[in-house]
């Protein structure tokens, strides 16, 4: 099982990434219009 | 970015799709002086960055209309407001992001630690999740937990409780009895509860917070547009104007696809105009001579010229826009009754969650902690603190949309009760217009009436006389001229060929204007404000719905007699001066009714006061005048009907929320202290009742 010392600090370092990411698209405002992105694709 | 760089945002209109979207962008980019342009469907809004020497707003906004896309500028109030908004989202956001994240991981950590204990768990490892668990949670609980734990300090602060307060201390509990467990190398943590029930709160709040805002985005819209520049006719000349430097008595031109720029009286051509912005009526109405126009309204076809009645701040759109802005501002201030019950409730949770730590603490701590905690969480008191605010709001939504302004939420928790509803007559029942009912021709042909009436009422502005206009100008009648002078109170006289003329009232006459040529009677007319053709009707609905009715009016008894019979009104005064009808209406509450008025704002001021809700009749007038919490912003009576089926919608609405919520507590309470609920079950049932109750507000429109 001493597996885990390396999938802890792996997934760990995953989910933070994701987080990440997820707080730079915030504050890049890519969540304030939810209703035309949604629909975009439509257009192509 | 450059330097000179300026940010303009735009609410717009008329933007449904995507395809919207690109060609609202494509036209904006494609205007002098646009650096970039981004619009938010979502919001209904277009953000221009652009260099403020060579972008022209009125210009760009014009060709934004003729692509058929309503837009204005939002003011810097509303840009406060908008940047508050998106920056308190993006927050919420970002909170409930990390809170669901580490929700997820602690949660998969704590299935690892319960499977564990059935099939045995190497202690080192056991340690190692329960250690992570602990250092994943303590960010979320102390930043994400801070969107609970600062209002909650500042209303205690302020010696209120709010619902935030039993949530801040159900969390805080939740998580030092875990630290506290954890260092004493006890079983079990709740790791996993605290982070799942911050990340369900604030999914509930996201999702509030964004209807919130869609609701405000509709409200600011509705103020509608009103154009920047005008073209006006002074000293015979056409110039171009802003709006600011109309005065009263300015003649307008006006043209299709613009918009009207102040209020006033349309004097010459005809025009559709689209009124959709100011009274919510959504097919554009004729309007011809001396037809009222509206600021803010758009003229959909023809040409006209129009009369400047009122500007800036006194014109309908600007009094409305102000009146809506009070009615949002007095919902965001707290102390409403929804509020103190809210907050009455939260005291309860605390006091009851303390009651039942005291009960379970001989059973031991960490029980009745949990037990407490349980109780603090699961309780609901959304409908209260949620859902009637929002109901109201979805309310002023749908009303205005629905020709209905609703200024206050008890005279809409009243509509529905009223026992009796008062109508005045003129501008109410009627049109508020004189209309010919009945004319005699004495021995003369319609040719001689007709030359002498049109050439002795020209220039006069009395509204018998313009209905006379109206009736004679077109029969081709040779054209007279004559000195003509005003007889004051009772009419006009010239002398036409050697005779004298006149016409006006007569004592002893039985019509109500006469037409006299040297003393001998040729013609005369009696008027009538006509009934509006819709009345019967309503008057039908009323009386099922089993409202009294009572018809008050100022004007002789016998008129009102009449217009009683013809709508079908039984009990019906006239002769009421202002204030006979607001003691009428008193009186009437004596006898424990509960009393509407419907009135036209002018002279039933009084009453309307008088009255358990007063309903003012939409005309440009009344809406600065009206001290009626209900206002109808369509012409006509059609809004009536709206208003109380909102009223009933409303109370619906209201009720329903509070018996989920009651229901949801009756259950949900003794379940938690009883203690067979366990923190993070009561986590997931508290967010699942506040959402039921919210989207349930959010369907008052379908009750209507």
Redesign the interface.
């Known amino acids: ?1 001493e597996v ?1 010392y390396i999938l ?1 600090p792996a ?2 370092f995953l ?1 933070g990434l ?2 990440t990411m ?2 730079l698209a ?2 890049n ?1 890519q ?6 992105d949604a ?2 694709f ?2 192509d | 970015m450059d330097a000179t760089a300026e940010e303009v945002l735009l609410s717009l209109d008329g933007l449904h799709c995507v395809s919207c979207v690109n060609r609202v962008e494509q036209l904006l980019r494609g205007r002098p002086g646009v650096l970039e342009a981004a619009v938010n469907l979502t919001r209904k809004q277009a953000r221009l960055s652009v260099r403020a020497q060579e972008f022209e707003l009125p210009e760009a906004l014009e060709a934004l209309a003729q692509a058929g896309f309503t837009a204005r500028r939002l003011s810097e109030k509303q840009v406060r407001q908008n940047e508050k908004d998106t920056r308190e989202q993006r927050a919420l956001l970002l909170k409930l992001g990390i809170s669901g994240c580490v929700a997820a991981n602690v949660m998969l950590l704590s299935i690892a630690l319960y499977i564990g204990q059935f099939q045995g768990i190497e202690s080192e490892f056991k340690r190692l999740f329960q250690g992570l668990s602990f250092v994943l949670t303590t960010p979320v609980v102390l930043f994400c937990g801070s969107h609970f734990a600062i209002p909650a300090w500042k209303a205690l602060s302020n010696r209120q409780v709010t619902i935030d307060v039993p949530i801040t201390i159900g969390l805080g509990a939740t998580y030092l009895l875990s630290v506290v467990s954890y260092y004493r190398g006890t079983e079990h943590q709740y790791f996993d509860t605290a982070t799942a029930f911050v990340f369900a709160l604030l999914v509930g709040r996201y999702l509030q917070s964004l209807g919130m805002s869609r609701v405000r985005n509709s409200l600011d819209l509705l103020l509608g547009l009103r154009p920047e520049r005008a073209r006006v006719l002074r000293g015979g000349a056409e110039v171009e104007v802003g709006v600011e430097a109309l005065e009263v008595g300015d003649l307008v031109l006006l043209e299709q696809g613009l918009g009207v720029p102040a209020d006033g009286t349309l004097m010459e051509g005809e025009v559709e105009v689209d009124e959709s912005s100011m009274t919510g009526e959504s097919l554009p109405l004729k309007k011809g001579p001396r037809d009222p126009l509206l600021a803010g309204t758009q003229v959909f076809s023809g040409q006209a010229a129009m009369r400047v009645d009122a500007v800036g701040a006194k014109t309908t759109l600007s009094r409305l826009a102000a009146l809506i802005e009070e009615t949002q501002e007095s919902r965001m201030g707290e102390g409403k009754l929804s509020g103190k019950v809210a907050s009455m409730f939260s005291g309860l949770i605390l006091v009851i969650a303390l009651l039942v730590f005291f009960w379970w603490l001989p059973v031991g701590l960490e029980k009745a902690t949990l037990v407490a905690v349980s109780v603090l969480v699961i309780t609901c008191p959304c409908a209260l603190g949620l859902a009637l605010p929002l109901a109201y709001w979805m309310a002023v939504r749908t009303g205005i949309e629905r020709g209905v302004l609703v200024k206050d939420e008890a005279s809409l928790e009243q509509t529905p009760v009223l026992t009796d509803l008062v109508m005045d007559k003129t501008g109410t029942v009627t049109v508020g217009r004189p209309e010919l009912i009945r004319e005699e021709h004495h021995r003369r042909s319609e040719e001689e009436i007709s030359a002498l009436v049109q050439v002795l009422e020209k220039e006069c502005s009395h509204p018998f006389a313009r209905t006379l206009m109206n009736r004679y100008s077109a029969s081709g009648a040779p054209e007279l001229t004559a000195e003509v002078e005003a007889v004051p109170g009772r009419g006009r006289r010239a002398l036409i060929e050697g005779r004298e003329v006149f016409i006006g009232t007569h004592s002893g006459g039985t019509g109500d204007i006469e037409l006299t040529v040297d003393g001998e009677r040729w013609a005369c007319w009696s008027f009538e404000d006509a009934v509006r053709p819709e009345a019967p009707v309503l008057i039908e609905k009323l009386k099922d719905r089993g409202l009294r009715l009572h018809l008050l009016s100022g004007d002789r008894q016998d008129r009102t007699e009449r217009v009683s019979q013809q709508i079908g009104i039984e009990n019906y005064a006239g002769n009421q001066l202002p204030d006979d009808k607001a003691r009428r209406v008193a009186a009437l509450q004596q006898e424990g009714a509960v009393v509407g008025l419907l009135g036209d704002g002018v002279n039933d001021g009084p009453a309307l006061a008088a009255a358990d809700v007063g309903a003012a009749m939409g005309h440009a007038a009344s809406v600065a005048t009206a001290s009626a919490p209900v206002l109808l912003l369509r012409p006509g009576l059609e809004p009536v009907m709206a208003w109380l089926d909102l009223g009933k919608a409303y109370r619906k609405t209201v009720s329903s929320s509070l018996g989920l919520s009651v229901l949801y507590n009756l259950i949900a309470v003794p379940a938690a202290a009883s203690g067979v609920v366990s923190p993070l079950v009561a986590a997931i049932a508290m967010p699942l009742a506040s959402l039921a109750v919210v989207v349930n507000s959010l369907q008052l429109s379908r009750r209507l």
Do not use: Q
């Open positions: 099982m885990l802890v997934a760990l989910s994701a987080v997820f707080v915030v504050k405002g969540f304030d219009d939810l209703d035309a629909m975009r439509l257009d």
